[in-house]
């Protein structure tokens, strides 16, 4: 590659020009697939450090991922609008600058607004900045896409990892404590004792284990379906090189056989 | 036609599975009735639903899991009766169930059933109570109603002989042996615990290696660093009234909590031990030191089952280490 070439604010081998024209997204396809098909939580295993450490209540695991959600959101919407104009070389650090922009937004407001909120949520609002999923959105969707689309994209990659942060915090509180956003529930207390197994690490790992499960057997189920009309799973991008910097979802091995 | 490749050695014997794991029963079933005379009809209790609670659920993820049926094999009984015998008597029954469940399900058929658990189901499902609910697993109790009810009041809470150590109530030898004392339901009778390690050993079911590195290791250190010996040489205990002494922290040790059962019935499972002799003795040396850290520095008071888990992780590194190389090998840079 020539130094010219490295030197284009936004150099895009023609291939990839080719790509990005063709790349054939729907608003749907976006949805699902940050929800479903790669889900970051569950189907591409990121962001797994406050997945783990803040589920163990339903209502923190909530919070976090609005939190999530909304830098997710904003950081694609600003790294889409500014792909042009980032230079090659420096992606990384521009688009962590801008990630960390926002994060540093949400803390102050969550902890001017909600400081127990803040307190139960604790350092992993700062380290937003270096979850796995919002560097990856960027590099492989945010920069190559146009900003609704990248909107689009952060909006549903948010809500798949709430959603999983959700199913994860409800089943260890409901287990482990007894109870569901604070609500007591029947059952537990008087004639089950909650397990306190699940609020501990080894019951995040393991109620994690068994949702990647979950998901993976509903998955299998789709793809039977799914390969029986042969559409595309993976369908944001029409080209092959988004799945490989992916990776971590299973969908894509049956296209590039 | 499928070729099979397999450890050696390649035995041709008559013994199955079934007829193991119904050796492994045969075995078992002294220190279940010793278990259930010192603690009564609900000891019975707890033993049966254990072992209807495995089976059933054996058979629920066979059938889910559209694999065929194992219940035949007999090892979701020998699960099921491991489990009973390392609960104590005043669980209450779900939590039974839940454990079962937790063995079985999690633990074996989802890694694939017998022959594919990377720990022993039984071990997993005690530590999993442990850790779950931490209050009833490790409430004692001494019988003191009579035999036949079923009642958890109906007995007192009681330190486990573990705490109780260097104390006035501490249990004498003889009755840590016989097993007059608190505990799980199936480790307080030594002398039964030790004749049903002794058919498994006449009938070669289990080896020696592994309970012998296991017992040795744990003596020996309790012999040389527990607290009598560590005292005596520290010169802060001025009074040992002889040798009896040195022999009776290390005694009491052993006769003391679920050590017996684990080192004979536990950590010689099958598939989760190494294979090789050296293997074995690793295996064991490493569950003594184990038992003895945690028991003496760790905040638990009793360590057999995480010993024996943390071990039955390595163990297939440790039979990567301790493989015997092939006849007529010659090492890959050896001087001709």
Redesign the interface.
Known sequence: MSENKMKDAAYRSPDERQAEKNSKYTPKSIFLNGVLYENPALRLVLGTCPLLAVTISAKSSLYMGLAVLFVLTASEAIISLLRNVIPNKVRIPAFITIIATFVTIVQMLISAYFPALNDSLGIYIPLIVVNCILLARAETFASKQKVLPSILDGISMGVGFTLALLMMGSIREILGCGTFFDMQLPLFGDVIEPMMFFMLPPGGFFVFGICICIVQAVMKKQEKHASSKSSTPCGVAGDKSDCLSCGGCSLCKGKEE | MKLQVSHSPHVRDKATTQSIMRDVIIALLPATFAGWYYFGIRAVFITLLSISSCILFEYICRKVMKRNNTIGDLSAVVTGLLLAMNLPVSL?P??VV?GAAFAIV?VKQ?FGGLGNNFVNPAIAARI?LV??????MTSWTVMTGSWFSIKSVDAVSSATPLTQIHTAEAPSLWNLFIGNKAGCIGEVCILALLIGALYLILRHVIRIWIPMAYIGTFFLLVFFFGKTNVLHFTGDLATLSGWGDLFYESGYMLLSGGLMLGAWFMATDYVTSPLTTKGKLIFGMGCGILTFLIRYYGNMIEGVSFSIILMNILTPHIDEWTMGKPFGEVKENAKV
């Open positions: 209450p779900y939590m839940i999690v989802m999993f850790i779950a609910f931490p209050k009833a």
